[in-house]
T-cell receptor
Framework: DAGVTQSPTHLIKTRGQQVTLRCSPK?????VSWYQQALGQGPQFIFQ???????QRGNFPDRFSGHQFPNYSSELNVNALLLGDSALYLC?????????????FGQGTRLTVV | GESVGLHLPTLSVQEGDNSIINCAYS??????FIWYKQESGKGPQFIID?????DKRQGQRVTVLLNKTVKHLSLQIAATQPGDSAVYFC????????????FGKGTHLIIQP
């Protein structure tokens, strides 16, 4: 049973570009949350998707957007990249928001903006 | 500011000793707390969780203690092993699940041979 998988594992982009990161949740999970982790810091909550809708959002600008597909997989899009967007982007999945179950994290995508 | 924080950035213990990692939180409304372990180049790995209706919960070699009076959380690891070397984060939210978790900066646990 595959856990949470993210792609790509590493990515280098130029300032001003746009990037799309992908996440497949753990089998049976229907809720996906995205986090940004700067070097030496704890993860920061970006947003959560459930039933293909953004359910909750952290303190991130509109340049950060997302999508959830019918198969529960998710994408994180970041427009107009800034140097400060360089970080490890983590996806976490869990089962059914209402059940408040344990969250499993993927290995992350390391984004470097130059 | 951050709702959850940690007292020490680095903790060094001898292999076989017990270790205690502490965490303070400031959001009185938080009712779900989790400890994660993160090894270099990997995503956070769930260790143990506790809800606010409990004071203590035990797992395999790990114990989490919750003191709601002083808003303090701790993770005890018994008989530490080299594989326990990692950064440990506490996290909190309201209601559980993965949404809106607030993480602290982390404590780097170093196991000395």
């Amino acid at each position: 049973d595959a856990g949470v998988t993210q792609s790509p594992t590493h990515l280098i982009k130029t300032r001003g570009q746009q990037v799309t990161l992908r996440c497949s949740p753990k089998s049976g999970h229907d809720t996906v949350s995205w986090y940004q982790q700067a070097l030496g810091q704890g993860p920061q909550f970006i947003f959560q998707y459930y039933e293909e809708e953004e359910r909750q959002r952290g303190n991130f600008p509109d340049r950060f957007s997302g999508h959830q597909f019918p198969n529960y997989s998710s994408e994180l899009n970041v427009n107009a990249l800034l140097l400060g967007d360089s970080a490890l982007y983590l996806c976490a999945s869990s089962l059914d928001v209402s059940m408040n179950t344990e969250a499993f994290f993927g290995q992350g995508t390391r984004l470097t903006v130059v | 500011g951050e709702s959850v924080g940690l007292h020490l950035p680095t903790l060094s213990v001898q292999e076989g000793d017990n270790s205690i990692i502490n965490c303070a939180y400031s959001n009185s409304a938080s009712d779900y707390f989790i400890w994660y372990k993160q090894e270099s180049g990997k995503g956070p790995q769930f260790i143990i969780d506790i809800r606010s209706n409990m004071d203590k919960r035990q797992g395999q070699r790990v114990t989490v203690l919750l003191n709601k009076t002083v808003k303090h959380l701790s993770l005890q690891i018994a008989a530490t092993q080299p594989g326990d070397s990692a950064v440990y984060f506490c996290a909190e939210n309201i209601g559980g699940g993965a949404d809106g978790l607030t993480f602290g900066k982390g404590t780097h646990l170093i196991i000395q041979p």
